[in-house]
């Protein structure tokens, strides 16, 4: 029986065309990151399933991580997010660096996810993440690094926007204000991150079931009703929070002065899950009406080496996914045309004995730094244009008995039309029209 | 209890000194491979067991192979090798794909091996592939692939060369010349392979197993003992198999005029024991005293597309591990130092009150296409420069509290020492003293 040609469910093969943009995508991701001086790093595909357990949410490792036992009795996971990873990596090494270290990867995870638009069992990832740097100067930059990524790929405020969170401020409201528990607050997180997808009746179901007082179901109205950062300050000093609404101001000030404020805005929804965050917390969104989905998401933490019994060392970072995020760009027209490849030149032969001298023009060519397609065996005059086109070249040589018998080529430039008849040994000459 | 900061036995951490490593080696391949027109491609990480049971080997299978049984009851792996994911990508596009097809892939992969010098569980392998090339042209171009790669690294004759058999030559001899049986020269094969590291002894034992002729024995021995292409076309023909001698006298003609001589060397060692190889067949080994291992392997098919119920499509390919290269380049001394990132200014204030506009600088020259990176608190004059050592800077821009009075940097250029009093304002001054 013959063997199945497709690719695992949930997963992508990568054929030339996919490969380009795939390389366009994380071109870009690179570019961005370096021009932040972000390092680049990587770590294995396999992690203990242990690390996972000491940070990870429990829905992670009980339903989406692929793991097996391995041939020494170790129960291994294929990492199914960067974060933990980036955490065993900085433990090993953050004494003797000096800050704030700034690091970035772009990490192939796995998910064992039922696949729909924007979702994939195998995926990419940009994280991006500065660790140690002073007083919120890293939660700005974090959210600049991801701004200009979003611009460098031509995306601009009518295509993209910030809604942006403090933990600090959460906790505040709903334990110091409204006087939750832990336990309670835990059930607001969720009621919290689900409040924009239910109606006012659903609400008002899970906040009842939480036991809050009367009074501090309203103040958890109130603040579901929150805005604009001006509304959150005076809610903040209203309730007599002038200590964090101050630091959140200083926060919003910065952005200010480093031009995020047209991209942020404020929404009490956003809490992010993970138990890791307790500073700011932020989702990128898509505006376009067909794609309201987050392409993005990121916060500020204060100790993501606790489980490796290391010091604290405040952090921000993103995680920014490909499957997503390509989605974006093309419904917004913003991925440019990737169905051929770019090459500079084609070398051709319309004669037998001429394969000798043109696959040596075709080594010179090379070794001048140019992309070089050669064709194997001699090729009609007609049919090397549409082969041409399809190698995304811009000249062609041609070879017949004629120039075989003089040593010539012809060198042709296909956008131009323009011809040159050439002396096969004159490389500076052919060399000057194609860099010209 | 502390989790464990170490990685997975066999893989490796790249922090990122070692990420830069990995990025200079894959774009040298990138390089290369695209300046031979070859497109860039990939597949998932998890194949079907079945895939590999189909070609692979069955040491691959049995002992070296990360498998496990998903959620869903598929008997998956983690890719061992690239071979069978290009197989099963090419056989669902070649028929509507104009030839010679022209793929590579830096495919991540994992096996579960014995961690040692050069061999790691989780490794990178560049693989070179081109289908449906005429002739043996197509073999001539892999092989000018793997040396134009060497020599775009720094590396020449006097560091590497490429031993070569021809599978057509090895079934040739011990089929027709010898009249061995199928079984027979399966057996033929291993001991050809372990021939160089038996003594005679060793290797006369292994033979008189296998249960030849006298005179088939004679043969075999005297097949082992030949060593230049000149000494292989006349053994061939001394034994009347003038055809196979001319079809390979064709091919080391054709890597005659190509520039190839100057590397090759034929070893009747090299047969590779995969069954799919029907043509060339060749190792590039390291000729340094203390690494004499093969760097890269890869041969010409006939027919791998068999198993999908595909028509037949010739092909030849070579696949060239990272571990054992990277060896390579470093008992060579052909690694550039990569201790420190590469940047081009860091913008250092040595006054708080400078921070809002040393943040927008950096702003305008990352627009402008810098690699920027920015101090976030004031920093001591003299604390600057060892940290911009550490950044891998060329330009220090430095902001105190006479600059700040006058809206003024200094801009210092760390090689020439020359420092610049500017505008704050006067960006395009700034540009041209760095781009200068």
């Known amino acids: 029986m013959a063997l199945n040609k497709l690719p695992y469910r949930g997963t992508r093969d990568f054929f030339p065309k996919d490969k380009r943009i795939q390389d366009y995508l994380f071109s870009i991701m690179i570019k961005t990151s370096e021009s932040f001086g972000y390092e680049p790093y990587d770590g294995p595909l396999l992690e203990e399933v242990e690390l996972y357990k000491a940070k990870s949410g429990e829905e992670l490792i009980n339903e989406q991580i692929y793991s097996f036992i391995d041939r020494g009795e170790r129960n291994m996971a294929i990492r199914p997010e960067m974060t933990p990873t980036v955490a065993r990596l900085v433990a090993q090494v953050h004494r003797e660096s000096s800050k704030p270290l700034r690091w970035y990867s772009i990490p192939r995870l796995m998910r064992y996810e039922k696949p729909q638009r924007g979702r994939m069992r195998e995926f990419w990832q940009l994280n991006c993440d500065i660790f140690g740097a002073p007083g919120r100067t890293g939660e ?18 009518s295509h993209f926007e910030i809604v942006l969170n403090d933990r600090a401020i959460v906790d505040t409201v709903f334990k110091k204000i409204m006087g939750a528990t832990d336990a309670q607050t835990y059930r607001l997180y969720k009621i919290a991150d689900k409040s924009k997808k239910v109606n006012e009746e659903g609400l008002k179901k899970m906040v009842a079931e939480v036991g809050l007082t009367p009074a501090a179901e309203n103040i958890f109205y109130s603040y579901l009703q929150l805005k604009t950062f001006d509304e959150v300050d005076a809610f903040l000093k209203k309730n007599n929070e002038t200590e964090i609404a101050d630091l959140f101001a200083n926060f919003i000030s910065l952005t200010k002065s480093n031009d995020l404020s047209e991209y942020l805005v404020y929404d009490p929804s956003i809490v992010r899950g993970l138990d890791y965050y307790t500073g700011i917390v932020f989702e990128i ?11 993005c998401g990121g916060g500020a933490f204060a100790n993501l080496l606790q489980i490796f019994n290391e010091d604290p060392l405040p952090g921000v970072g993103f995680g920014l996914g490909d499957v997503t995020f390509q989605d974006f760009l093309e419904v917004h027209n913003l991925l440019p045309n990737f169905d051929h490849p770019v090459n500079d030149i ?13 696959m040596k023009l075709a080594r010179s060519l090379r070794k001048a730094g140019l992309k070089v397609v050669t064709n194997l065996d001699a090729i009609k005059f007609k049919k090397v244009f549409p082969t041409a086109e399809k190698k995304g070249v811009r000249f062609v040589t041609l070879m017949g008995s004629d120039e075989f018998a003089k040593n010539q080529i012809q060198l042709k430039n296909l956008a131009t ?7 096969l040994n004159d490389l500076e000459s ?7």
């Open 140 to 157: 700005v930059e974090i959210l600049q690094v991801a701004v200009e990524l979003f611009e460098n790929y031509g995306a601009n405020k």
């Open 285 to 295: 969104f898509d505006k376009h009406p067909d794609n309201r989905r987050a392409l």
């Open 346 to 358: 084609m070398i051709t032969f319309q004669e037998d004995q001429a394969i000798e001298v043109s």
């Open 417 to 423: 039309k323009e011809q040159h008849t050439i002396d």
């Open 430 to 436: 052919i060399l000057k029209i194609i860099k010209a």
